[in-house]
């Protein structure tokens, strides 16, 4: 089973910066992209960004680009999310998801939370 896990997540002050890790533990034969989503209170799932692979091409929504920056680590089957210029509206649970093929096959992480707060 394969299992992604977050950490990092805590109270940051506005524009400061946080960085998120998750790795997948279990038996991870393959993976075709990782994202990093969040979800606010009463407010539906959002996609943050995704990296694939193979290749490394990223790809944010749009409320974080330029402010976040997602990255991996094959060896590890862990991906990062940098989060600069936090702003209240960026709190959030923020959740790691791992696909293993192009057409689906996916993990989901537990979350962690991320509050921004003065």
């Known amino acids: 089973q394969v299992q992604p896990v977050e950490s990092g997540g805590g109270l940051v002050q506005p524009a400061g910066p946080l960085r998120l890790p998750c790795a997948a533990s279990?038996?991870?034969?393959?993976?075709?992209?990782m994202c990093w989503c969040r979800q606010a209170p009463g407010k539906q799932r959002e996609f943050v960004a995704n990296i694939r692979w193979s290749g490394g091409s990223t790809n944010y929504g749009d409320s974080v680009k330029g402010r976040f920056t997602i990255s991996r680590d094959s060896a590890k089957n862990a991906v990062y999310l940098q989060m600069d210029t936090l702003h209240a509206e960026d709190t959030a649970v923020y959740y790691c998801n791992l696909r293993r093929t192009r057409y689906g096959d996916d993990f989901w992480g537990p979350g962690t939370q991320v509050a921004v707060s003065s």
């Open positions: 279990g038996t991870v034969f393959s993976i075709y992209v």
